[in-house]
T-cell receptor, first 115, second 115 residues
Framework: KAGVTQTPRYLIKTRGQQVTLSCSPI?????VSWYQQTPGQGLQFLFE???????NKGNFPGRFSGRQFSNSRSEMNVSTLELGDSALYLC??????????????FGSGTRLTVV | AQTVTQSQPEMSVQEAETVTLSCTYD???????LFWYKQPPSRQMILVIR??????QNATENRFSVNFQKAAKSFSLKISDSQLGDTAMYFC????????????FGQGTRLTINP
């Protein structure tokens, strides 16, 4: 069973640009959530999608957005990049039944560097 | 709001020793799930062990076990017979049974197993 796949692994962008990150969940998983990991703030929840609908959103500015497609693949977009957006972005998927109890399966993340 | 605190930023032990990582959390919920995740240098977050708050019995997974003290809101991880491959960041995480589909993480403990 393939795991959670995140692309690209590394990304370097310039301030003011926008970026799109991709996450393919485990086959059959319908919930996809995104986290930002930085040395200073740790792991913070960005948002969660289920069946193409955003169900939950963390405390991030509107520059951070996402979407989910009918095949459960998800993308997150960050517009007008700032230096502080440099982080490891992790995606996690969970199964449709007993989601929280089973825990979440994470991808290897996308390392975004803003210069 | 729920919070998770890991008071040990770094720990170091010799191979084959037993080590305990601490975690406390704060919540007004009565039913929830707790997790320990491991993040090696490969960056992928790996689920180590999970505990359901409504179960009194402490969870165990091979060399990994927890000491769950619900009244004290404490959830420590014990690693027995530690191995070099256990070297990683360890994160304690919390999620409610109802409500938002998201994990609240502690700041992490960097564990080094020395040969």
């Amino acid at each position: 069973k393939a795991g959670v796949t995140q692309t690209p692994r590394y990304l370097i962008k310039t301030r003011g640009q926008q970026v799109t990150l991709s996450c393919s969940p485990i086959s059959g998983h319908r919930s996809v959530s995104w986290y930002q990991q930085t040395p200073g703030q740790g792991l913070q929840f960005l948002f969660e999608y289920f069946s193409e609908t955003q169900r939950n959103k963390g405390n991030f500015p509107g520059r951070f957005s996402g979407r989910q497609f009918s095949n459960s693949r998800s993308e997150m977009n960050v517009s007008t990049l700032e230096l502080g957006d440099s982080a490891l972005y992790l995606c996690a998927s969970s199964s449709p039944s007993g989601q929280k109890k089973a825990g979440y399966t994470f991808g290897s993340g996308t390392r975004l560097t803003v210069v | 709001a729920q919070t998770v605190t890991q008071s040990q930023p770094e720990m170091s032990v010799q191979e084959a020793e037993t080590v305990t990582l601490s975690c406390t959390y704060d919540t007004s919920e009565n039913n929830y799930y707790l997790f320990w995740y491991k993040q090696p240098p490969s960056r992928q977050m790996i689920l180590v062990i999970r505990q359901e708050a409504y179960k009194q019995q402490n969870a165990t997974e091979n060399r990994f076990s927890v000491n769950f003290q619900k009244a004290a809101k404490s959830f420590s991880l014990k690693i027995s017979d530690s191995q070099l491959g256990d070297t990683a960041m360890y994160f304690c995480a919390f999620t409610t049974i109802q409500g938002a589909q998201k994990l609240v993480f502690g700041q992490g403990t960097r564990l080094t197993i020395n040969p």
